[in-house]
Nanobody, 125 residues
Framework: QVRLVESGGGLVQVGDSLRLSCTAS????????MGWFRQAPGKEREFVIG????????NIAESVKGRFTMSRDDANNTVYLQMNSLKPEDTAVYFC??????????????????WGQGTQVTVSS
């Protein structure tokens, strides 16, 4: 089963950009719909953005639309989350997730079979 490892988190200022990476080991991600979720302190984990297996379509939360994009590099078993114009409310632990059963991007956590350990993103004002 694929294992996911996120990287790229850190402390940034309001308006900065940050790119997160999620690399899969021991398997290929080309057969998975991939998604990013986040969990802020004291809140439930929420869907951020996801990408289909082909990379042709993404599903994105309204709160990050126009600021966040997602891409995939199947040759390197890696997906990326590009975050621009960061706001304090983007502060959260960001999780990468893989869905092996679906072709479309779903926003529900239960659709995703494999999760990374998360990476902290803190946006300071």
């Amino acid at each position: 089963q694929v294992r996911l490892v996120e990287s790229g988190g850190g402390l940034v200022q309001v308006g900065d950009s940050l790119r997160l990476s999620c690399t899969a080991s021991e398997s290929t991600i080309s057969n998975y719909v991939m998604g990013w979720f986040r969990q802020a302190p004291g809140k439930e984990r929420e869907f951020v953005i996801g990408i289909t297996r082909s990379g042709s379509r993404t599903n994105i939360a309204e709160s990050v639309k126009g600021r966040f994009t997602m891409s995939r590099d199947d040759a390197n078993n890696t997906v990326y989350l590009q975050m621009n114009s960061l706001k304090p409310e983007d502060t959260a632990v960001y999780f990468c997730a893989a869905d092996r059963d679906n072709f479309f991007v779903f926003t529900r956590e239960k659709e995703y079979d494999v999760w990374g350990q998360g990476t902290q993103v803190t946006v300071s004002s």
